[in-house]
């Protein structure tokens, strides 16, 4: 697997964009794995006997917040190990769980699976992230990043796509099931999961480059005992073993520790009380109260990471800014093929074609016009990448509003494009700026942080309350307008990043070293 960094200039530009390549197939079937999940939805719910908030779970939380959880010590391990053989065994873990999803029986395995979905899946970005930025100089690098990015949507359309073609014709050729007892969905769950263990075994071909090399910046010694690191930082983020790594600090850290779960469980307490599902506030609680075990370890282990990504309020704008997009996002694009079955009457075939086409023709567009677009603005403005990530924060509200009032598909379709064109033009914005804020090495844990905003904030919780608000007042378009309420915050935390970015940049060096790093 992998083998040395190339050594000349030449070379490594033009092996970049191979990589960048392979990197784009590695995150377009990453979400065709994550999203297939959208167009089975309504034939999952009949046959396990689930309601809106249950596809909201599966979808968003049971995925999400394991792989929030997983994504900090997987991104801190991409930060020690080798990255290309990290993100091969990741992507070879979430391709088999894919495939086991559809050997599922009941909501619990495939529960189960769909947390090994998420695991699986944690490895990719903060490996792919860093990679990226070693591969590219920070001219090209919200490019880059906005390409590799737009696999997310073309991986999500295609998703549905396959997905629903598979479960159409299998359901014409097999109504009482097919090979197996197999029923359609799970046929298109096998379906799009092996081919992943094929991808994996080209993934492991890649080229490892030097840390830091592509800024002039000297490659940092290599860590004595990456694994033993990772093991170390499962101590800091994963229930009960949080308990364990908080009494290494001591007395006071394991106080605080106590403290925050307790404060943790007393909300999820609450909510319950009131009539909230207990599963999905608990899977919330565990992440939420994780985050804060890691946050409070890693001030404690690695002060300068902590200083460039916890203490930096523009790092932290940034990443709730792009949460509160991904919090409407992920929501439209789970929930859009079940209006468009339900609502519209549209066959599964035809809806995966048309949503499917949708996203990956508008994810991709705003994806490379957004990071294009970033880039030659931050030319002459050291803001300016955060251009893109303010009017992805407002943008898609009309259009959501259009969307998913529609009553024919003739007005359907062009807004939920628009809305997810003018959505995703900030990602790879925000995520070049939160590399910018931080040093080489710490670059797949800025990535996973990064990431514990779009999974906590967006999927876990964008998903699940549509579809809960959906359940209540039996109205999917009631559901998913009721998200808007977040776009006046998401608005507001996007101009605070864009004044607080360019200081915080400018300093970097300083308060790493200010923090005890040696540069």
């Not at 697997?1 to 000349?8: Q, V």
């Not at 690695?302 to 790092?315: E, K, M, R, S």
Request: hydrophobic fraction near 50%.
């Amino acid at each position: 697997m992998g083998g040395t960094a190339a050594t000349t200039a030449p070379e490594t530009s033009r092996y970049a964009w191979y990589v960048l390549g392979t990197l784009f197939l590695v995150y377009v079937l990453n979400f065709v794995d994550r999203q297939v999940i959208s167009i089975l939805a309504e034939d999952i719910k009949r046959d396990l006997h689930l309601a809106d908030e249950d596809l909201g779970f599966l979808y968003g939380t049971a995925f999400g917040v394991f792989y929030a959880l997983f994504g900090i010590p997987l991104g801190r391990l991409a930060d020690h190990w080798h990255r290309v053989r990290l993100m091969t065994i990741g992507l070879a873990l979430w391709s088999a769980m894919t495939a086991l999803s559809g050997l599922s029986r009941s909501g619990g395995q495939l529960t189960a699976a769909r947390v090994g979905v998420g695991i699986g899946e944690a490895t990719a970005s903060p490996s792919a992230y860093s990679l990226i930025s070693d591969y590219f100089p920070r001219r090209l690098r919200a490019t880059a990043l906005s390409i590799y990015s737009a696999g997310l949507f073309v991986g999500g359309g295609c998703s549905l796509f396959i997905g629903g073609l598979i479960v159409q014709n299998w359901n014409r050729a097999y109504p009482g099931g097919g090979p197996l007892g197999l029923a359609g969905w799970q046929a298109a769950f096998l379906g799009v999961g092996l081919p992943g263990l094929v991808l994996a075994l080209w993934v492991s071909t890649l080229r490892e480059p030097i840390r830091g090399r592509i800024e002039g910046l000297p490659e940092p010694a290599p860590h004595p005992a990456p694994l033993r690191a990772f093991a170390g930082e499962l101590l800091t983020i994963v229930p009960p073993l949080t308990l364990i790594g908080a009494a290494h600090g001591g007395r006071p850290a394991l106080g605080i520790n106590l403290v925050a779960l307790a404060v943790v469980a007393g909300l999820v307490a609450l909510l319950v009380s009131l009539g909230e599902p207990v599963l999905q506030w608990a899977a919330i609680g565990i992440g939420v109260y994780a985050v804060f075990s890691w946050a409070a370890a890693l001030r404690r282990r690695d002060p300068a990471t902590f200083a460039l990504i916890v203490g930096t309020p523009a790092f932290l704008c940034t990443v709730v800014t792009y949460g509160l997009n991904a919090f409407l996002s992920y929501a439209a694009s789970f929930w859009a093929a079940p209006y468009a079955l339900r609502v519209l009457g549209a066959s599964p075939a035809d809806t995966g074609l048309l949503a499917g086409g949708c996203g990956a023709l508008a994810g991709f567009l705003g994806l490379t016009i957004g990071g294009v677009a970033a880039d030659r603005l931050r030319r002459s403005n050291p803001a300016g990448r955060l251009v893109p990530v303010i009017l992805g924060a407002v943008m898609p509200a009309p259009f959501l509003v259009a969307a998913f009032t529609a009553g024919s598909a003739w007005l359907f379709y062009p807004c939920l494009f628009v809305a997810l064109l003018s959505a995703s033009c900030a990602l790879g914005a925000a995520a070049a700026t939160t590399q910018d804020l931080v040093l080489p090495r710490m670059r797949g844990t800025a990535t996973a942080t990064f990431f514990i905003g779009t999974t906590l904030i967006g999927l876990a919780l964008g998903p699940y309350l549509a579809g809960r608000v959906s359940t209540l007042s039996g109205s999917l378009s009631v559901g998913m307008l009721s998200l808007l309420v977040v776009v006046p915050v998401g608005l507001a935390t996007a101009i605070a990043a864009y004044r607080l970015v360019p200081a915080a940049e400018a300093s970097r060096e300083d308060r790493a070293r200010a923090a005890g790093e040696v540069i």
